[in-house]
C-alpha cells in the first residue's frame, strides 16, 4: 500500500506590528506552516510570541527596528518554498513602481514571490513582466495612519501560490 504525501505550506504574513500585539494572530496563524513578518517589528517579544504559534517564523527588519530585533533579524531573506523562489524584505516597492535597484534583484535571483511591508497599504499585486507575485500585507499594528488593519493568509503548494486570504482585523 502506497502513502499519500501531501505538500503544501499554508503560511501567515503579517507587518508593521510596531510592538502591538493582538491575541487574534493565534487565531488566524494556528493552522499555518510558517509566518512571515515583512518588518517594523518594534519589540522583540513579537517574534517570541509569534514563535509560540508555529515553530517556523521568517523575520525581516524594519526602518523602526533596532536593538535586539536588528541583531536577530536579517534585511533581506531569499529562499525556495514548495517550488517557489520567495524574497521578503521590508521596503521592496511594488510592480510599476519597485524601490532602487529591487527589479534587478528580482529577476536576477528568478524570484516568483515578493512579501514587503514598509508602506502600511494593503497590496495583493501580479506583475506580468516579472512573472511573480507581490504581497504587502498592510499594517497589523495601531501605529500609523491605516484605519484598517489587516494580514494575508496563502497557501503554497508544488510552485503554485493560491487562496491568497486577506483578513480584517477590528
Avoid at 491575541?23 to 513578518?37: A, G, L, M, P, T
Avoid at 508555529?54 to 536588528?70: A, F, L, M, S, T
Avoid at 521596503?91 to 527589479?103: A, E, T
Wanted: charged share 30%; with cysteine.
Amino acid at each position: 500500500m502506497g502513502y499519500l504525501y501531501i505538500s503544501m505550506q499554508k503560511i501567515g504574513i503579517l507587518g508593521d506590528t510596531h510592538s502591538y500585539w493582538d491575541d487574534k494572530f493565534y487565531e488566524y496563524f494556528k493552522d499555518c506552516d510558517e509566518i512571515w513578518h515583512t518588518g517594523d517589528v518594534g519589540d522583540i517579544t513579537i517574534i517570541e510570541r509569534l514563535k509560540t504559534i508555529v515553530p517556523v517564523v521568517r523575520v525581516v527588519y524594519g526602518n523602526i527596528d533596532h536593538g535586539e530585533v536588528r541583531r536577530k533579524c536579517d534585511e533581506l531573506l531569499i529562499f525556495d518554498i514548495e517550488g517557489v523562489r520567495t524574497l521578503i524584505t521590508h521596503i521592496g516597492g511594488y510592480p510599476g513602481k519597485w524601490s532602487k535597484g529591487m527589479k534587478n534583484l528580482l529577476r536576477e535571483n528568478d524570484i516568483r514571490l515578493m512579501v514587503d511591508g514598509h508602506s502600511h497599504i494593503l497590496r495583493v499585486m501580479y506583475d506580468k513582466e516579472l512573472d511573480l507575485l507581490h504581497i504587502n500585507p498592510g499594517a497589523a499594528g495601531r501605529q500609523g495612519w491605516q484605519k484598517v488593519r489587516t494580514i494575508v493568509r496563502l497557501t503554497i503548494d508544488n510552485g503554485d501560490m493560491r487562496d491568497a486570504e486577506v483578513i480584517e482585523l477590528a
